[in-house]
């Protein structure tokens, strides 16, 4: 029960979710997006859509569309669980980890699951024929609670 409960903890410290921007003109920007752990996994595509539509609405657009969309899925080490009376570690270089390990003991790594998502967002103001059909940033955040 010990080593089950310490395992489930590892994947929930390790949960993140962030967001990075970078301006592509004036009125497009690409969102990437990475998660990892239970908590975030799962909520990776509408954190994207919610940064979408805040990216909008902050340079005085009020549609966007998405282009150029990929998702990806995945795993990370969390870290590792220990059974005996020794002690092990690990560092981790690219997707490599090297362990080390003492007394009478083994180990097994822990991962934590990832998801991708990265996307390009195009801006329209409302009169402009592109936000015809195209996502309006208002109404996005308004269906997630956020306005």
Excluded: W
């Excluded at 998702?71 to 570690?89: E, W």
């Amino acid at each position: 029960m010990k080593r089950i409960f310490i395992g489930v903890i590892s994947l929930f410290i390790t949960a993140c979710a962030t967001t990075s921007e970078m301006p592509l003109a004036q009125n497009m920007v690409r969102l990437d997006t990475q998660a990892s752990g239970l908590l975030f996994v799962g909520s990776a595509p509408s954190m994207t859509m919610k940064k979408a539509a805040e990216a909008t609405l902050k340079r005085g657009y009020t549609h966007f569309r998405l282009e150029q969309a990929s998702t990806s899925q995945g795993h990370t080490l969390a870290g590792i669980q220990t059974y005996g009376s020794g002690m092990a570690s690990a560092n981790v270089y690219g997707n490599t980890a090297y362990g080390t390990y003492t007394g009478q003991s083994f180990a097994r790594p822990v991962y934590a699951p990832t998801a991708n998502v990265g996307v390009t967002v195009v801006m329209f103001k409302a009169k402009e024929p592109g936000a015809r059909g195209a996502f309006d940033a208002a109404d996005v955040l308004k269906k997630q609670g956020k306005i």
